[in-house]
């Protein structure tokens, strides 16, 4: 990525607010890694950026929120998602999430992860 991509693309990331999930058991993460993680200790999430939405690699398709599969595909918006696992490292998932879920968790004061 050349530095001015990089510098829009850190911006953009920047400045989307970061949230808590509020429940950590909504999504099978064995399942989506395909290795035994362990215990689920935390999982903060950032709603991607409108200008990158359809870059990040959507690995579930339930809202990460809540759990649920919705029909209407405008009610869903992309997230990417930092989970902290006992016993696997830490990497970022793309996923999506109805926006009214979004809203109801927490917003946080830690820097969003930037991926890539």
């Known amino acids: 990525m050349e530095d001015d991509d990089r510098k829009e ?8 607010p970061n ?15 395909n290795h035994e993680v362990g215990e689920v200790t935390d999982v903060t999430f950032v709603e991607v950026p409108a200008k990158f939405r359809g870059v990040i690699y959507i690995t579930a398709r339930t809202c990460a929120t809540c759990g649920r599969v919705t029909e209407d595909q ?7 998602l930092s989970p902290q696992f006992i016993e ?3 990497v970022g998932f ?5 926006k009214p879920c979004i809203d109801v968790c927490p917003e946080i004061d830690e820097p969003n992860p930037i991926p890539w």
């Open 88 to 90: 696997f490292p830490a």
């Open 19 to 33: 949230r808590r999930l509020s429940y950590l058991d909504t999504i099978d993460w064995k399942s989506l890694t």
């Open 94 to 98: 793309g996923a999506l999430a109805h």
């Open 9 to 16: 693309w850190d911006q953009a990331w920047k400045s989307m």
């Open 74 to 80: 405008s009610e869903l918006t992309e997230i990417f």
